[in-house]
Protein backbone atom coordinates (compact mmCIF):
# COMPACT_ATOMS: atom_id res chain seq x y z
CA UNK A 1 0.00 0.00 0.00
CA UNK A 2 2.95 2.63 1.05
CA UNK A 3 4.75 1.85 -2.08
CA UNK A 4 2.43 4.14 -4.37
CA UNK A 5 3.12 6.98 -1.41
CA UNK A 6 7.05 6.31 -1.36
CA UNK A 7 7.35 6.49 -5.18
CA UNK A 8 5.21 9.62 -4.96
CA UNK A 9 7.36 11.22 -2.67
CA UNK A 10 10.28 10.44 -4.31
CA UNK A 11 9.12 11.19 -7.87
CA UNK A 12 8.14 14.87 -6.34
CA UNK A 13 11.67 15.07 -4.74
CA UNK A 14 13.39 14.29 -8.01
CA UNK A 15 10.99 16.52 -10.43
CA UNK A 16 9.73 19.31 -8.07
CA UNK A 17 11.68 22.12 -8.20
CA UNK A 18 11.24 22.18 -12.01
CA UNK A 19 7.68 21.51 -12.06
CA UNK A 20 7.42 24.90 -9.73
CA UNK A 21 9.62 26.14 -12.57
CA UNK A 22 7.49 25.28 -14.97
CA UNK A 23 4.22 26.46 -13.28
CA UNK A 24 6.03 29.69 -11.92
CA UNK A 25 6.92 30.77 -15.74
CA UNK A 26 3.90 29.84 -16.80
CA UNK A 27 2.23 32.35 -14.53
CA UNK A 28 4.52 34.60 -15.29
CA UNK A 29 3.45 34.37 -19.22
CA UNK A 30 0.16 33.96 -18.01
CA UNK A 31 -0.33 37.62 -16.00
CA UNK A 32 2.32 39.67 -17.48
CA UNK A 33 0.90 41.71 -20.38
CA UNK A 34 2.65 41.12 -23.64
CA UNK A 35 3.34 44.16 -23.91
CA UNK A 36 6.07 44.23 -21.32
CA UNK A 37 8.06 41.52 -23.05
CA UNK A 38 7.93 42.94 -26.35
CA UNK A 39 11.10 43.51 -27.81
CA UNK A 40 9.32 45.85 -30.72
CA UNK A 41 8.54 48.14 -28.17
CA UNK A 42 9.93 51.33 -29.97
CA UNK A 43 10.14 48.84 -33.47
CA UNK A 44 8.64 50.98 -36.49
CA UNK A 45 7.73 50.04 -40.46
CA UNK A 46 11.08 51.34 -41.90
CA UNK A 47 9.65 53.96 -44.58
CA UNK A 48 10.06 52.81 -48.41
CA UNK A 49 10.97 55.29 -50.71
CA UNK A 50 10.82 54.11 -54.33
CA UNK A 51 13.97 52.58 -55.67
CA UNK A 52 16.57 54.51 -56.51
CA UNK A 53 16.56 54.50 -60.16
CA UNK A 54 19.02 57.58 -61.02
CA UNK A 55 22.04 55.01 -61.90
CA UNK A 56 21.89 52.29 -64.34
CA UNK A 57 21.35 49.10 -62.40
CA UNK A 58 23.03 45.90 -62.91
CA UNK A 59 20.47 42.75 -63.82
CA UNK A 60 19.95 40.05 -61.35
CA UNK A 61 21.24 37.18 -63.56
CA UNK A 62 24.29 38.47 -63.58
CA UNK A 63 24.25 38.17 -59.93
CA UNK A 64 22.84 34.27 -60.70
CA UNK A 65 26.06 33.50 -62.71
CA UNK A 66 28.16 34.39 -58.93
CA UNK A 67 26.18 31.67 -57.59
CA UNK A 68 26.95 28.78 -59.86
CA UNK A 69 26.79 26.15 -57.37
CA UNK A 70 23.92 27.30 -55.63
CA UNK A 71 20.31 27.16 -55.74
CA UNK A 72 19.15 31.00 -55.06
CA UNK A 73 15.33 30.89 -54.13
CA UNK A 74 15.29 34.46 -54.34
CA UNK A 75 16.92 37.86 -55.69
CA UNK A 76 15.09 41.09 -54.16
CA UNK A 77 15.72 44.29 -55.08
CA UNK A 78 15.55 46.92 -52.09
CA UNK A 79 16.05 50.20 -51.03
CA UNK A 80 18.19 51.02 -48.35
CA UNK A 81 19.48 53.90 -46.85
CA UNK A 82 18.99 56.11 -50.28
CA UNK A 83 20.99 53.15 -52.37
CA UNK A 84 19.38 50.37 -54.18
CA UNK A 85 20.73 46.72 -53.07
CA UNK A 86 20.11 43.22 -54.43
CA UNK A 87 19.81 40.81 -51.34
CA UNK A 88 20.14 37.19 -52.80
CA UNK A 89 18.48 34.08 -50.62
CA UNK A 90 20.42 30.80 -51.36
CA UNK A 91 20.54 27.39 -49.47
CA UNK A 92 23.93 28.95 -48.06
CA UNK A 93 22.25 32.12 -46.43
CA UNK A 94 21.61 35.57 -47.25
CA UNK A 95 24.17 37.66 -49.21
CA UNK A 96 23.94 41.35 -50.05
CA UNK A 97 25.23 43.51 -53.41
CA UNK A 98 24.89 47.13 -54.21
CA UNK A 99 22.97 47.32 -57.28
CA UNK A 100 24.67 49.51 -59.35
CA UNK A 101 28.32 47.39 -59.33
CA UNK A 102 27.32 44.47 -57.79
CA UNK A 103 29.97 44.82 -55.02
CA UNK A 104 29.17 43.45 -51.90
CA UNK A 105 27.48 45.02 -49.53
CA UNK A 106 29.47 45.98 -46.01
CA UNK A 107 28.04 49.01 -43.79
CA UNK A 108 30.74 51.07 -42.19
CA UNK A 109 29.54 51.82 -37.96
CA UNK A 110 27.76 55.38 -39.47
CA UNK A 111 25.37 53.20 -41.86
CA UNK A 112 24.56 50.95 -39.39
CA UNK A 113 23.45 53.28 -36.62
CA UNK A 114 21.56 55.39 -39.55
CA UNK A 115 19.80 52.15 -40.63
CA UNK A 116 19.21 50.88 -37.15
CA UNK A 117 17.62 54.46 -35.97
CA UNK A 118 15.57 54.54 -39.65
CA UNK A 119 13.93 50.90 -37.22
CA UNK A 120 13.74 53.00 -34.17
CA UNK A 121 10.35 55.24 -32.83
CA UNK A 122 11.81 56.14 -29.52
CA UNK A 123 14.13 59.35 -28.75
CA UNK A 124 17.46 57.16 -27.07
CA UNK A 125 21.08 58.13 -28.66
CA UNK A 126 23.26 55.57 -29.90
CA UNK A 127 26.06 54.82 -27.64
CA UNK A 128 27.79 51.93 -28.84
CA UNK A 129 28.37 49.45 -31.73
CA UNK A 130 29.81 46.10 -31.36
CA UNK A 131 30.08 43.18 -33.59
CA UNK A 132 27.52 40.16 -32.14
CA UNK A 133 28.57 37.53 -34.20
CA UNK A 134 28.09 35.39 -30.87
CA UNK A 135 24.44 35.21 -31.65
CA UNK A 136 24.65 35.17 -35.38
CA UNK A 137 23.25 31.96 -35.43
CA UNK A 138 19.74 32.90 -33.05
CA UNK A 139 19.02 35.12 -35.49
CA UNK A 140 19.71 33.33 -38.89
CA UNK A 141 22.11 35.97 -39.44
CA UNK A 142 25.65 36.40 -41.09
CA UNK A 143 29.20 36.41 -39.04
CA UNK A 144 29.05 40.16 -39.41
CA UNK A 145 25.84 40.73 -37.08
CA UNK A 146 26.22 44.20 -35.38
CA UNK A 147 24.44 45.41 -32.13
CA UNK A 148 23.38 48.84 -31.92
CA UNK A 149 23.07 50.15 -27.97
CA UNK A 150 20.24 52.98 -27.62
CA UNK A 151 20.15 55.01 -24.42
CA UNK A 152 16.63 54.93 -23.80
CA UNK A 153 14.11 53.59 -20.59
CA UNK A 154 14.03 49.61 -21.97
CA UNK A 155 17.83 49.54 -23.05
CA UNK A 156 16.59 49.18 -26.66
CA UNK A 157 19.53 46.78 -28.68
CA UNK A 158 18.89 46.37 -32.73
CA UNK A 159 20.91 44.22 -34.06
CA UNK A 160 22.02 44.65 -37.72
CA UNK A 161 23.15 42.43 -40.04
CA UNK A 162 25.99 44.50 -42.25
CA UNK A 163 26.13 42.19 -45.32
CA UNK A 164 22.69 42.30 -46.02
CA UNK A 165 21.89 45.24 -44.68
CA UNK A 166 19.12 44.27 -42.85
CA UNK A 167 17.57 44.82 -39.39
CA UNK A 168 17.77 41.38 -38.15
CA UNK A 169 15.73 41.99 -34.36
CA UNK A 170 14.82 44.80 -31.91
CA UNK A 171 15.37 43.51 -27.80
CA UNK A 172 15.24 45.34 -24.86
CA UNK A 173 14.49 44.09 -20.98
CA UNK A 174 11.36 42.98 -21.95
CA UNK A 175 12.54 40.89 -24.60
CA UNK A 176 15.68 39.71 -22.46
CA UNK A 177 13.36 38.40 -19.87
CA UNK A 178 10.83 36.97 -22.27
CA UNK A 179 14.11 34.83 -23.39
CA UNK A 180 15.20 34.15 -19.52
CA UNK A 181 11.62 32.96 -19.07
CA UNK A 182 11.34 31.18 -22.45
CA UNK A 183 14.83 29.12 -21.20
CA UNK A 184 13.60 28.31 -17.82
CA UNK A 185 9.96 26.95 -19.48
CA UNK A 186 11.99 24.87 -21.60
CA UNK A 187 14.60 24.15 -19.29
CA UNK A 188 16.98 25.08 -22.57
CA UNK A 189 20.05 25.71 -19.81
CA UNK A 190 22.84 24.50 -22.50
CA UNK A 191 23.62 27.83 -24.26
CA UNK A 192 23.90 26.07 -27.40
CA UNK A 193 20.34 24.84 -27.34
CA UNK A 194 18.59 27.50 -29.34
CA UNK A 195 15.06 27.93 -28.15
CA UNK A 196 14.59 24.09 -27.91
CA UNK A 197 11.83 22.18 -25.80
CA UNK A 198 12.60 18.85 -27.87
CA UNK A 199 15.55 17.79 -25.93
CA UNK A 200 16.52 14.86 -23.87
CA UNK A 201 16.76 16.49 -20.49
CA UNK A 202 12.73 17.85 -21.09
CA UNK A 203 11.56 14.81 -22.02
CA UNK A 204 12.64 12.86 -18.59
CA UNK A 205 11.29 15.80 -16.47
CA UNK A 206 8.18 15.64 -18.33
CA UNK A 207 7.57 11.63 -18.03
CA UNK A 208 8.69 11.81 -14.32
CA UNK A 209 6.48 14.55 -13.75
CA UNK A 210 3.79 12.17 -15.47
CA UNK A 211 4.39 9.57 -13.48
CA UNK A 212 4.32 12.11 -10.27
CA UNK A 213 0.52 12.64 -11.48
CA UNK A 214 -0.52 9.64 -11.91
CA UNK A 215 1.13 8.21 -8.82
CA UNK A 216 -1.10 11.09 -6.71
CA UNK A 217 -3.62 10.62 -8.89
CA UNK A 218 -4.18 6.98 -7.44
CA UNK A 219 -3.54 7.90 -4.02
CA UNK A 220 -6.61 10.73 -3.96
CA UNK A 221 -8.71 7.71 -6.06
CA UNK A 222 -7.51 5.15 -2.81
CA UNK A 223 -7.67 7.82 -0.54
CA UNK A 224 -11.31 8.65 -1.45
CA UNK A 225 -12.52 5.23 -1.90
CA UNK A 226 -11.48 4.54 1.98
CA UNK A 227 -13.17 7.20 2.91
CA UNK A 228 -10.47 9.57 4.18
CA UNK A 229 -11.65 12.35 2.76
CA UNK A 230 -13.83 14.28 4.57
CA UNK A 231 -15.54 18.17 3.67
CA UNK A 232 -15.70 20.55 6.61
CA UNK A 233 -15.96 20.27 10.33
CA UNK A 234 -17.63 16.76 11.64
CA UNK A 235 -21.11 17.73 13.24
CA UNK A 236 -20.46 17.36 16.64
CA UNK A 237 -22.35 17.97 19.97
CA UNK A 238 -19.35 18.12 22.03
CA UNK A 239 -17.06 20.57 21.50
CA UNK A 240 -14.88 20.05 24.59
CA UNK A 241 -11.74 17.40 24.50
CA UNK A 242 -10.89 15.66 27.43
CA UNK A 243 -6.87 14.77 27.52
CA UNK A 244 -5.85 11.62 29.49
CA UNK A 245 -2.42 10.59 30.31
CA UNK A 246 -1.49 6.99 29.69
CA UNK A 247 -3.10 5.66 32.82
CA UNK A 248 -6.51 7.54 31.68
CA UNK A 249 -5.94 10.23 34.80
CA UNK A 250 -7.05 13.24 33.45
CA UNK A 251 -5.12 15.82 32.50
CA UNK A 252 -6.53 19.09 31.01
CA UNK A 253 -9.97 19.40 29.23
CA UNK A 254 -9.85 21.70 25.97
CA UNK A 255 -12.45 23.05 24.42
CA UNK A 256 -12.01 22.96 20.10
CA UNK A 257 -11.17 25.97 18.11
CA UNK A 258 -9.90 23.72 14.97
CA UNK A 259 -10.68 21.35 12.98
CA UNK A 260 -7.91 19.10 12.93
CA UNK A 261 -7.56 16.87 16.25
CA UNK A 262 -3.36 18.12 16.36
CA UNK A 263 -4.21 21.64 16.20
CA UNK A 264 -7.39 20.87 18.71
CA UNK A 265 -5.04 19.45 20.87
CA UNK A 266 -2.48 22.14 20.76
CA UNK A 267 -4.65 25.17 20.93
CA UNK A 268 -2.40 28.02 22.35
CA UNK A 269 0.62 25.76 23.25
CA UNK A 270 2.04 22.60 22.02
CA UNK A 271 1.01 19.95 24.38
CA UNK A 272 1.98 17.31 21.75
CA UNK A 273 5.37 17.61 19.59
CA UNK A 274 5.69 16.36 16.44
CA UNK A 275 8.87 16.95 13.85
CA UNK A 276 6.68 16.85 10.96
CA UNK A 277 4.62 19.90 12.07
CA UNK A 278 1.50 17.28 10.90
CA UNK A 279 2.44 15.80 7.63
CA UNK A 280 1.82 12.24 9.27
CA UNK A 281 5.79 11.62 8.65
CA UNK A 282 6.77 11.52 11.73
CA UNK A 283 4.40 9.54 14.16
CA UNK A 284 4.69 11.62 17.10
CA UNK A 285 1.45 13.06 17.36
CA UNK A 286 -0.31 9.60 18.29
CA UNK A 287 -2.59 9.90 20.80
CA UNK A 288 -5.56 6.71 21.67
CA UNK A 289 -9.24 7.87 20.54
CA UNK A 290 -11.30 6.21 23.99
CA UNK A 291 -14.37 6.52 22.17
CA UNK A 292 -15.41 6.23 18.52
CA UNK A 293 -11.62 5.49 16.80
CA UNK A 294 -11.97 7.25 13.10
CA UNK A 295 -10.90 4.91 10.45
CA UNK A 296 -7.41 4.38 10.16
CA UNK A 297 -5.60 6.47 7.11
CA UNK A 298 -2.71 5.19 5.52
CA UNK A 299 -0.54 7.06 7.03
CA UNK A 300 -1.90 5.54 10.47
CA UNK A 301 -1.15 2.62 8.60
CA UNK A 302 2.19 3.00 7.92
CA UNK A 303 3.22 4.10 11.29
CA UNK A 304 1.19 2.05 13.71
CA UNK A 305 0.96 -2.11 14.29
CA UNK A 306 -2.40 -3.11 14.04
CA UNK A 307 -2.56 -4.02 17.59
CA UNK A 308 -2.06 -0.14 17.81
CA UNK A 309 -4.51 0.75 15.23
CA UNK A 310 -7.23 -1.63 17.21
CA UNK A 311 -6.67 0.23 20.30
CA UNK A 312 -7.81 2.95 18.95
CA UNK A 313 -4.58 5.04 18.91
CA UNK A 314 -4.36 7.05 15.21
CA UNK A 315 -1.67 9.82 14.33
CA UNK A 316 -3.47 12.57 15.61
CA UNK A 317 -2.74 14.96 12.93
CA UNK A 318 -4.71 13.18 10.00
CA UNK A 319 -8.17 13.13 11.59
CA UNK A 320 -10.45 15.91 12.67
CA UNK A 321 -11.17 17.21 15.82
CA UNK A 322 -14.48 15.73 17.50
CA UNK A 323 -15.20 15.89 21.40
CA UNK A 324 -14.64 12.99 23.67
CA UNK A 325 -11.46 11.52 25.59
CA UNK A 326 -8.46 11.16 23.70
CA UNK A 327 -5.23 9.68 25.94
CA UNK A 328 -1.40 10.36 25.65
CA UNK A 329 0.09 6.54 24.68
CA UNK A 330 3.61 6.79 26.39
CA UNK A 331 5.80 8.08 29.05
CA UNK A 332 7.64 10.26 26.60
CA UNK A 333 4.79 12.00 25.38
CA UNK A 334 3.73 12.57 29.27
CA UNK A 335 7.18 14.19 30.26
CA UNK A 336 6.59 16.68 27.69
CA UNK A 337 3.10 17.77 28.82
CA UNK A 338 4.36 17.86 32.13
CA UNK A 339 7.55 20.13 31.41
CA UNK A 340 5.16 21.98 29.55
CA UNK A 341 2.59 22.83 31.96
CA UNK A 342 5.47 23.69 34.87
CA UNK A 343 6.99 26.17 32.64
CA UNK A 344 3.93 27.93 31.63
CA UNK A 345 2.78 27.78 35.49
CA UNK B 1 4.43 18.21 -26.63
CA UNK B 2 8.00 17.67 -25.90
CA UNK B 3 8.19 14.54 -26.98
CA UNK B 4 7.21 15.56 -30.65
CA UNK B 5 9.75 16.91 -32.82
CA UNK B 6 8.73 20.64 -33.77
CA UNK B 7 9.75 20.79 -37.44
CA UNK B 8 8.02 16.76 -37.77
CA UNK B 9 4.65 19.02 -36.36
CA UNK B 10 5.64 21.78 -38.73
CA UNK B 11 5.44 19.17 -41.54
CA UNK B 12 9.16 19.97 -42.58
CA UNK B 13 9.39 16.42 -43.63
CA UNK B 14 6.44 16.87 -46.10
CA UNK B 15 7.83 19.09 -49.03
CA UNK B 16 11.84 19.91 -50.12
CA UNK B 17 12.44 23.46 -51.71
CA UNK B 18 15.91 22.88 -52.62
CA UNK B 19 14.91 22.11 -55.74
CA UNK B 20 13.04 26.14 -56.46
CA UNK B 21 16.04 27.72 -58.29
CA UNK B 22 16.21 30.57 -60.78
CA UNK B 23 16.55 29.15 -64.22
CA UNK B 24 19.55 31.02 -66.32
CA UNK B 25 18.38 29.33 -69.17
CA UNK B 26 16.36 31.73 -70.88
CA UNK B 27 16.73 35.83 -71.38
CA UNK B 28 14.38 37.51 -68.43
CA UNK B 29 13.24 41.22 -69.27
CA UNK B 30 15.59 44.15 -67.49
CA UNK B 31 14.59 44.97 -63.99
CA UNK B 32 15.29 48.61 -65.17
CA UNK B 33 11.97 47.54 -67.27
CA UNK B 34 10.24 46.62 -64.67
CA UNK B 35 10.66 49.74 -62.67
CA UNK B 36 10.43 52.08 -65.62
CA UNK B 37 7.09 50.61 -65.85
CA UNK B 38 6.22 50.90 -62.16
CA UNK B 39 8.26 54.13 -60.99
CA UNK B 40 6.54 53.87 -57.26
CA UNK B 41 8.30 50.61 -57.24
CA UNK B 42 9.77 50.62 -53.47
CA UNK B 43 11.11 46.54 -53.39
CA UNK B 44 11.23 43.49 -56.38
CA UNK B 45 11.62 40.71 -56.14
CA UNK B 46 12.62 37.99 -58.63
CA UNK B 47 11.71 33.88 -57.95
CA UNK B 48 10.95 30.97 -59.26
CA UNK B 49 7.10 29.76 -59.78
CA UNK B 50 6.31 26.44 -60.79
CA UNK B 51 5.54 27.68 -64.25
CA UNK B 52 8.29 29.95 -64.73
CA UNK B 53 10.28 32.84 -62.93
CA UNK B 54 8.58 36.14 -61.59
CA UNK B 55 9.18 39.46 -60.43
CA UNK B 56 6.73 40.44 -57.72
CA UNK B 57 6.63 44.47 -57.20
CA UNK B 58 5.74 45.62 -54.43
CA UNK B 59 4.02 49.65 -54.92
CA UNK B 60 3.19 51.86 -52.06
CA UNK B 61 -0.53 50.14 -51.98
CA UNK B 62 -0.37 47.04 -53.65
CA UNK B 63 1.63 43.83 -54.61
CA UNK B 64 2.10 42.58 -58.43
CA UNK B 65 3.13 39.60 -59.90
CA UNK B 66 4.60 39.56 -63.49
CA UNK B 67 6.25 37.37 -65.68
CA UNK B 68 9.74 37.59 -65.70
CA UNK B 69 10.04 36.76 -69.60
CA UNK B 70 7.44 38.44 -70.89
CA UNK B 71 6.32 41.41 -67.77
CA UNK B 72 2.49 39.81 -68.40
CA UNK B 73 0.70 40.50 -65.52
CA UNK B 74 -0.64 37.28 -63.26
CA UNK B 75 -4.07 38.10 -62.03
CA UNK B 76 -4.03 34.64 -59.78
CA UNK B 77 -2.33 31.35 -59.94
CA UNK B 78 -4.07 28.84 -61.93
CA UNK B 79 -5.26 24.91 -60.64
CA UNK B 80 -3.01 23.54 -63.10
CA UNK B 81 -0.09 26.21 -61.96
CA UNK B 82 0.02 25.46 -58.40
CA UNK B 83 -0.52 21.52 -58.87
CA UNK B 84 2.53 21.95 -60.48
CA UNK B 85 3.66 23.34 -57.32
CA UNK B 86 2.83 20.91 -55.14
CA UNK B 87 4.02 18.19 -57.37
CA UNK B 88 7.69 19.96 -57.30
CA UNK B 89 7.68 20.61 -53.45
CA UNK B 90 6.02 17.63 -52.03
CA UNK B 91 8.01 14.18 -50.78
CA UNK B 92 5.34 11.65 -51.63
CA UNK B 93 2.41 10.53 -54.14
CA UNK B 94 -0.26 13.46 -54.81
CA UNK B 95 -2.44 10.44 -56.71
CA UNK B 96 -5.32 10.98 -54.54
CA UNK B 97 -5.19 14.60 -54.41
CA UNK B 98 -8.09 17.54 -54.72
CA UNK B 99 -8.06 21.00 -54.78
CA UNK B 100 -10.23 24.00 -53.56
CA UNK B 101 -9.58 27.78 -54.01
CA UNK B 102 -10.49 29.29 -50.83
CA UNK B 103 -10.55 33.05 -50.76
CA UNK B 104 -12.47 34.03 -47.70
CA UNK B 105 -13.07 32.21 -44.35
CA UNK B 106 -9.69 30.67 -43.75
CA UNK B 107 -10.14 27.18 -42.33
CA UNK B 108 -9.08 27.19 -38.70
CA UNK B 109 -5.31 25.66 -39.47
CA UNK B 110 -4.63 28.71 -41.93
CA UNK B 111 -3.50 32.23 -41.04
CA UNK B 112 -6.49 34.29 -42.67
CA UNK B 113 -3.76 36.55 -43.81
CA UNK B 114 -2.01 34.10 -46.16
CA UNK B 115 -5.89 33.97 -48.20
CA UNK B 116 -6.20 33.33 -51.15
CA UNK B 117 -4.53 30.26 -51.49
CA UNK B 118 -5.52 27.22 -53.57
CA UNK B 119 -6.13 24.44 -50.87
CA UNK B 120 -4.48 20.77 -51.97
CA UNK B 121 -5.55 17.71 -50.00
CA UNK B 122 -3.04 14.82 -50.61
CA UNK B 123 -5.78 12.47 -49.00
CA UNK B 124 -3.60 10.37 -47.35
CA UNK B 125 -3.38 8.58 -44.01
CA UNK B 126 -2.59 11.72 -42.10
CA UNK B 127 -4.61 14.13 -43.94
CA UNK B 128 -1.69 16.35 -45.62
CA UNK B 129 -2.85 19.36 -47.03
CA UNK B 130 -0.65 21.79 -48.82
CA UNK B 131 -1.25 25.54 -48.83
CA UNK B 132 0.04 27.45 -52.39
CA UNK B 133 -1.05 31.25 -52.62
CA UNK B 134 -2.79 31.93 -55.76
CA UNK B 135 -1.25 35.28 -55.61
CA UNK B 136 2.70 34.12 -55.62
CA UNK B 137 2.22 30.54 -56.63
CA UNK B 138 4.52 29.56 -53.76
CA UNK B 139 3.99 27.09 -51.07
CA UNK B 140 2.59 28.84 -47.94
CA UNK B 141 2.47 26.25 -45.24
CA UNK B 142 1.67 22.51 -45.31
CA UNK B 143 -0.81 20.78 -42.62
CA UNK B 144 -0.98 17.21 -41.24
CA UNK B 145 -2.91 15.18 -38.51
CA UNK B 146 0.38 15.63 -35.78
CA UNK B 147 -0.30 19.30 -36.46
CA UNK B 148 -3.71 19.35 -35.85
CA UNK B 149 -3.19 16.68 -32.83
CA UNK B 150 -0.25 19.37 -31.55
CA UNK B 151 -2.83 21.75 -31.75
CA UNK B 152 -5.36 20.69 -29.45
CA UNK B 153 -2.76 20.06 -26.60
CA UNK B 154 -1.98 23.79 -27.01
CA UNK B 155 -5.08 24.44 -26.38
CA UNK B 156 -4.92 22.13 -23.27
CA UNK B 157 -1.81 23.85 -22.34
CA UNK B 158 -2.58 26.99 -22.61
CA UNK B 159 -6.60 26.73 -21.61
CA UNK B 160 -8.24 28.68 -24.05
CA UNK B 161 -11.13 25.95 -25.16
CA UNK B 162 -12.37 29.05 -27.79
CA UNK B 163 -9.90 30.52 -30.23
CA UNK B 164 -6.66 28.68 -28.80
CA UNK B 165 -4.26 31.55 -29.05
CA UNK B 166 -5.34 33.83 -25.32
CA UNK B 167 -2.79 33.10 -22.88
CA UNK B 168 -3.77 35.52 -20.67
CA UNK B 169 -6.88 34.62 -20.10
CA UNK B 170 -8.43 33.89 -16.24
CA UNK B 171 -9.08 30.17 -16.01
CA UNK B 172 -4.99 29.94 -16.70
CA UNK B 173 -4.62 32.66 -14.54
CA UNK B 174 -6.80 30.92 -11.47
CA UNK B 175 -5.73 27.23 -12.06
CA UNK B 176 -2.04 28.38 -12.64
CA UNK B 177 -2.14 29.95 -9.30
CA UNK B 178 -4.28 26.74 -7.29
CA UNK B 179 -1.27 24.23 -9.21
CA UNK B 180 1.92 27.20 -8.07
CA UNK B 181 0.19 26.90 -4.12
CA UNK B 182 -0.28 22.64 -4.81
CA UNK B 183 3.25 22.78 -5.65
CA UNK B 184 4.50 24.84 -3.16
CA UNK B 185 2.49 22.82 -0.25
CA UNK B 186 3.90 19.65 -2.08
CA UNK B 187 7.44 20.48 -2.26
CA UNK B 188 7.49 21.71 1.80
CA UNK B 189 5.89 18.22 2.22
CA UNK B 190 8.68 16.52 0.33
CA UNK B 191 10.89 18.77 2.41
CA UNK B 192 9.71 17.50 5.82
CA UNK B 193 9.28 13.93 4.66
CA UNK B 194 12.87 13.91 4.16
CA UNK B 195 14.35 15.65 6.53
CA UNK B 196 12.98 13.88 9.81
CA UNK B 197 13.88 10.62 9.73
CA UNK B 198 11.35 7.98 10.00
CA UNK B 199 10.58 7.22 13.39
CA UNK B 200 10.51 3.39 13.58
CA UNK B 201 6.83 1.59 14.70
CA UNK B 202 6.91 1.43 18.58
Not at chain 1, 157 to 181: M, R
Not at chain 2, 134 to 142: D, K
Request: net charge neutral; hydrophobic share 45%; charged share 15%.
Amino acid sequence: MMSMQILHRWLAAIVGLQLFIWVATGLAFNLIDSQHLNGNHYRQKMTAPPVDTASALAEPSQLLLQFPTQTVSAITLDNVLGKALYRVTSDKGKFGFWATDLSPVKLEPDQLKQLALSSYSGSGQVIAIELANDVADKYAASSALYRVDLQDERNTHIYVDATTAEVVAHENWGSNLKQLLFMLHFMDYLPDNGVSFNHIAIRIVATIVLLLGISGAILVIRKLKHGQYRIGRAHSENNTLILLSPDNEPLETITIHHSGMLDALNHHKERIRTSCGGGGQCGMCRVKFIDHPPLATDQDRSKLTDDQLNDGIRLSCQHQAMGGCVSLVNAAQLRHYIKLSSILD
Amino acid sequence: MVIMDIDFIRGKHLTHKATLTIPTDKTLISIGEVLRHFPGATRVNLYPSANEPRYQVVLADRVIFISAYNGQPVQQVTQAEAALMVNQVFNGSTNAMTAKLVTENAPSELNPRLLPVWQFSINDTVNTRLYISATSGMLVTQRHDYWRLFDIMWMLHIMDYEDREDIHNPLLSLMSLLALMTVLTGLALVFVAFANKPSERS
